[in-house]
């Protein structure tokens, strides 16, 4: 008790607004305008929102709502994202955000938007492509947990897309299972840009408060106590690591199964604890690829484009569930 007493001096100061909202916008290359199809980026494809049938509700959260859609003259399914004009104002800057750079990025890891729309009434919505298994949080629950097989295909696809973003100075700070997508055919997609940010200098701050507490990495709870050097990109891995954990084991690594957290509990075992193990029987290859990503010394963890290399993933080079 008398170390935890003692680090009662953590910095809880309120978030200063991200930086990234006054810095200009780096430009990005945009992707090849000679496809014409329908599943190109929203530069390419114009869908006006009288022609999008909503078929039912997807999800509920952050101010709005996904509900899944169809194009009336192509019966093209999307989800379509709105944020609703009466939402606070957090809500309408995450869902801005998102906008910004769902609008910059082309990768087959990251969920493809289809175009965006500003309404009279207010409302924000962001058409998408359609994932049909929902997410691996969804598919956790429903099927239950992954082999280390599926896991090494979820997770090279994940690791692209993370490479892709980060060299494109883009931090997601919200991995996690709800915010994987994922269809029948097993492809992933990293989705939920609203807390993300774009890294307009190479030494731009990081360190709000922002994205889901129970996946902060240590550094993100007390910047202070690692010498203020946060570094989202590495922050991301940290992410990636209690994910792929969860996966495996079923439930959040840092709790047992069924305890609901909080963020007094969260803090103490992130900041204080050591890093949460896998239980025994898993190769050494995955233990080792887990230990890449939960180094507490953010310095230590292993970039996302090493991470591709590990053996973890040489060892299964394809797997569907």
């Not at 916008?25 to 980026?41: D, E, M, Q, V």
């Not at 309408?92 to 175009?115: F, M, N, P, W």
């Not at 996690?176 to 190479?202: H, Q, W, Y």
């Not at 939960?294 to 053996?311: F, I, M, N, V, Y």
């Amino acid at each position: 008790m008398a170390v935890v007493r003692e680090r009662r001096q953590i910095n809880l100061r309120l978030p200063l607004p991200d930086v990234s909202d006054r810095c200009p916008r780096f430009p990005l290359p945009l992707p090849p305008s000679a496809s014409t199809t329908i599943a190109t980026t929203a530069a390419s494809v114009t869908i006006p929102l009288t022609e999008l049938e909503k078929l039912q509700v997807l999800g509920h959260g952050n101010g709005g709502t996904v509900y899944k859609v169809q194009h009336k003259r192509t019966s093209q399914i999307y989800a379509l994202k709105v944020v609703h004009g009466h939402g606070d104002l957090t809500a309408h800057r995450q869902v801005s955000r998102e906008k910004e750079i769902l609008r910059r990025t082309d990768s087959a890891h990251i969920v493809r938007c289809y175009g965006t729309y500003d309404n009279p009434s207010g409302d924000v919505s962001i058409l998408m492509e359609y994932m049909d298994a929902g997410t691996l949080d969804t598919l956790l629950r429903n099927h239950g947990t992954f082999s280390e097989p599926e896991l090494a295909h979820i997770t090279r696809q994940i690791l692209k897309g993370l490479s892709y973003l980060h060299a494109h100075k883009i931090i997601h700070r919200d991995l996690k299972p709800s915010n994987l997508l994922v269809n029948k055919k097993m492809e992933v997609k990293i989705a939920d840009f609203g807390v993300s940010k774009i890294m307009c200098r190479t030494l731009d701050a990081c360190n709000s408060y922002v994205g889901t507490c129970a996946y902060m990495s240590p550094e993100r709870f007390d910047p202070d106590a690692y010498g203020g050097n946060y570094n989202g990109y590495l922050g991301d891995i940290w992410s990636l690591g209690l994910t792929l954990m969860e996966l495996y084991m079923g439930h959040f690594p840092f709790l047992p199964p069924g305890q609901r957290p909080d963020w007094a509990t969260l803090m103490c075992a992130i900041c204080f604890g050591d890093p949460p193990a896998l239980p025994s029987g898993v190769s050494d290859e995955f233990r080792s690829f887990i230990n890449c990503c939960l180094q507490k010394e953010s310095k230590k963890r292993w970039t996302a484009s090493q991470l591709l290399d590990h053996p973890f993933l040489l060892r299964h080079p394809t797997s569907n569930r």
